[in-house]
């Protein structure tokens, strides 16, 4: 009679790779081998697995041949032929410079380059062995200064953060257009309905700007008909008045036209406003733009929304609003 004993440092090699597998089928080769490596008989493996006890046998002479490996190796495997070490490392540096939006389209090129036939999801399996995630892309705007500029506009924003007085505030400043118009998103709908949402006519927006100490979490926001040198100013006021101890209230914005125009040069003059400039094609600097993006996206893609946590100022300021960020943005 065949002995099928494994030692302690085997099975807990078993075990994590186990735990480990994404493939179903391999995790039932690993789990018949764990089960008679255990103590269990072929039979025994075979009902609780509801397999035959000849396979049950070829998943232990296998593992014996060629360890955990060999259990996993169906992982690497089409329908025709493996990829020998030249040919993966090959496919590693074609996927290092070409985005495939499928499987399909992967395999397609392996067989055209290697003569292997891979199915859909044996090139799936595959590229998750190989540590590849389907996922989308970063998008880069297309006229990005050079890494070198933002850190030095980091390396600026910490030394202004440190040497700030006690009063002073340091905020960044954008508006944000989101469309008066449902985007559709996911929701719970019964099978075999359809859930008719109205749209809204015409092409309207709404129109706020404002902007956000990302020490306090604390927004001033305004809605104005345009973004203009006008509502600038109009902002600029509201934030005068919401820091009124502060020397110094640095403003950090982007290079839109209006900030240079001269209104807002006039206006800056004799202001306690310091306003400061990101580099241009800089989104990712502006620390507003996450606060938007998150107040946002859940109401445009959901048919029921709540609203924003707004709270309205005493009478002797009614113009001006003020937000209250979560709490998760302390880490910005």
């Not at 089928?25 to 789990?31: K, P």
């Not at 100013?233 to 036209?257: G, H, M, S, W």
Request: charged residues 25%; contains cysteine.
């Amino acid at each position: 009679m065949q002995d099928y004993h494994l030692d302690k440092q085997e099975l807990a090699g078993l075990r994590a790779a186990y735990r480990a597998a994404r493939n179903a089928r391999e995790a039932y080769r690993l789990n018949a081998v764990i089960l008679l490596g255990s103590g269990w008989s072929p039979s025994e493996v075979a009902a609780a697995l509801l397999i035959d006890d000849d396979t049950v046998r070829n998943h232990f002479k296998r593992y014996k041949q060629g360890g955990i490996a060999a259990l996993e190796r169906m992982n690497y495997v089409g329908s025709e032929a493996l990829l020998t070490a030249a040919e993966v490392a090959e496919l590693h540096a074609h996927l290092q410079q070409a985005l495939h939006p499928s499987a399909a389209s992967v395999a397609r090129w392996v067989k055209e380059h290697f003569r292997v036939h891979y199915t859909d999801s044996g090139m799936t399996a595959l590229l998750h062995r190989l540590g590849y995630r389907y996922k989308k892309p970063k998008l880069l705007p297309g006229k990005a200064p050079a890494p070198e500029v933002q850190e030095d506009f980091v390396a600026d924003y910490k030394k202004r953060k440190q040497n700030k007085g006690e009063h002073d505030a340091i905020l960044f400043k954008d508006a944000t257009h989101p469309r008066h118009n449902p985007v559709l998103g996911g929701g719970w709908i019964k099978r075999g309905r359809c859930f008719p949402l109205k749209n809204n006519t015409g092409r309207r927006r709404l129109n706020i700007n404002g902007v956000i100490d990302v020490e306090t979490m604390h927004a001033v926001i305004r809605y104005d008909d345009t973004i203009d040198a006008a509502s600038t100013i109009a902002l600029f006021e509201q934030i005068e008045v919401a820091y009124p101890k502060a020397a110094t209230i640095t403003v950090f914005c982007d290079n839109a036209r209006y900030y240079r125009s001269k209104a807002v040069r006039a206006y800056l003059e004799h202001s306690r406003i310091d306003l400061q400039f990101l580099p241009p094609y800089s989104p990712n600097l502006n620390l507003i733009e996450r606060f938007w993006n998150s107040s946002s996206a859940k109401p445009c893609t959901t048919a029921i929304t709540k609203p924003l946590p707004i709270t309205r100022l005493p009478a002797n300021s009614s113009s001006r609003t003020s937000m209250r960020m979560p709490s998760s943005y302390a880490r910005c």
